[in-house]
């Protein structure tokens, strides 16, 4: 199961008990046919979530495609930085750190049309 990046700050929550949520960074490396001009459509749309995160075999699907991964440590500490502000110097602060990762391949979702009798 996967043990939650480390943030510099604590995320911020909502006061009402029902909007009420956790902030979690996750590494994913996304294996099978994906490009990125679906990623960031994606991405700019919401589409893009992470269902059974607290399994070993957690799903994430990115806008139509699904993929089943599982969590693994990694060899050292994936670092992550976010970009500061939209200037032309490339500035970058530390968001989060992790030493576990989410390694995912593509998985076909069929439809299972047993009936029982």
């Given at each position: 199961m996967p043990k939650k990046a480390t943030q510099e700050q604590k995320p911020q929550t909502s006061q009402a008990?029902?909007?009420e949520y956790e902030e979690t960074i996750v590494v994913?490396?996304?294996n099978g046919v994906l490009d990125v001009d679906s990623v960031n459509r994606a991405f700019r749309n919401g589409n893009i979530s992470l269902r059974f995160a607290n399994t070993d075999r957690p799903l994430v699907q990115v806008g139509q495609s699904v993929f089943a991964g599982e969590w693994n440590e990694t060899m050292g500490t994936d670092i992550i930085f976010q970009k500061n502000g939209k200037d032309?110097?490339?500035?970058?602060?530390?968001?989060?750190?992790s030493s576990?990762?989410?390694?995912?391949?593509?998985a076909i979702v069929s439809c299972s049309n047993e009936s029982k009798e």
């Open positions: 008990p029902d909007d994913a490396d996304l032309q110097d490339n500035n970058y602060e530390f968001l989060a750190k576990t990762r989410l390694s995912t391949n593509k």
